[in-house]
């Protein structure tokens, strides 16, 4: 068997021209145009590339973009009073703050003085709590995408077993939390799990973020399973050069699986757009309006 290849290329791509649809109604029939505040503290070469790329996208599907790059001595005090005037600024809906921060500032800290309706990232404690409780929530980005994925190739997913590899709070937790509200039964396995390979093996979905590459093999996945690579890793090829990788072993994996994300070009592109999705709905529910249908979980 080969697996069908999920490409979030193309779906992150109908995703945005979906969003930009919706934003071009939204300034027709409200006069409304939905903003997103990105701010960046430091010059951590990686959080740059993707501040880039967040601000290009933003203003590709016809939102206004505002970035604040701050140095990277920047204080607490400076930083909140930023947030601060971000929560009361009416043109913005959306406010991300790129992690990671310098080690002088408090993320938690920094991160839940965001107020919970501009929280797009979905960190803060309230949505964390909103999502757990099955409530109406701003929800991660990456698991996010990663659930539009797995409904668009599974269908409906309740009664699947799903495995969460990892449990971090910025993609572990809640993907199980998502996974659990579409009625899955979630296993989460991480670093201190027994018999990991067993567990994973009796998994219809398997959901990988651990940041080791190839660590799934495919000898691990149940034929016919759906494998989600939320990975990105980097590693050294023998001349020299680098290419980036998952946590799932691909070309092991693809012989099994029944459909698979292929990194890159797997869940990396749907995290931006559903950054773009969570402004959006973020904008919709500060103005009272109707939520576009598929923009969030
Ligand atoms: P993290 O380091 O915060 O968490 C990793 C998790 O993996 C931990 O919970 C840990 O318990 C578990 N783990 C580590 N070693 C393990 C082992 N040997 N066996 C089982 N579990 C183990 O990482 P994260 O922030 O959740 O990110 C995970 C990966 O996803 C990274 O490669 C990261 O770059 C990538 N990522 C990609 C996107 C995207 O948009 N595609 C977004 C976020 C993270």
């Not at 459909?259 to 931006?272: D, K, L």
């Amino acid at each position: 068997m080969t697996a069908q290849i999920i490409d979030g290329k193309a779906f992150a791509a109908t995703l945005r021209e979906k969003i930009a649809q919706h934003i071009s109604r939204l300034k027709q029939d409200h006069g409304v145009t939905p903003g997103l505040a990105v701010v960046l503290v430091g010059e951590d070469p990686a959080s740059q590339v993707y501040v880039r790329s967040k601000g290009k996208q933003t203003v590709e599907v016809g939102m206004n973009s505002y970035e604040h790059k701050l140095p990277a001595d920047t204080t607490e005090a400076g930083l909140l009073a930023l947030i601060h005037q971000l929560n009361t600024d009416p043109a913005v809906h959306g406010i991300l703050v790129q992690l990671p921060l310098p080690a002088h500032l408090d993320e938690a800290l920094v991160i839940n003085a965001i107020d919970p309706t501009k929280d797009v990232d979905g960190f803060h404690i309230s949505n964390v709590g909103l999502l757990a409780t099955g409530q109406k929530a701003m929800v991660p980005c990456t698991p996010l995408g990663c659930l539009m994925m797995l409904r668009e190739y599974c269908g409906s997913l309740s009664g699947l077993n799903a495995v969460v590899i990892g449990r971090s709070n910025i993609v572990g937790k809640p993907m199980a939390q998502l996974l659990l509200r579409d009625s899955c039964t979630v296993t989460v396995v991480h670093s201190r799990t027994r018999n990991l390979p067993e567990i994973v093996s009796s998994a219809d979905i398997v959901v990988a973020a651990v940041g080791r590459p190839l660590f799934v093999p495919g000898e691990w996945i149940k034929p016919g399973a759906t494998v989600i690579d939320v990975g990105i890793n980097r590693i050294e090829q023998g001349d020299g050069t680098t290419r980036l990788v998952g946590d799932v072993d691909y070309d092991t994996a693809k012989e099994v699986a029944g459909a698979i994300t292929p990194v890159p070009g797997g869940v990396g592109p749907m995290t931006i757009a559903c950054l773009l999705a969570n402004t959006v709905t973020a904008c919709c529910r500060t103005h009272s309006l109707s939520e576009p249908n598929g923009l969030t979980a």
